[in-house]
């Protein structure tokens, strides 16, 4: 997921929550999607 971040970051440096979801195509069943969305939005704003 942080490589995917990453990636999605240098490309898009303000992503949309589409975009995140779109560029998060790791499958995970921790649930926490949702504080990735905001870490990667909380990063972009940095």
Known sequence: MIM??????KSTPKPTDADIDAAMTNICRCGTYQEVRAAIHAAAKV
Do not use: D, V
């Open 4 to 9: 995917a971040a990453t990636a999605l970051l």
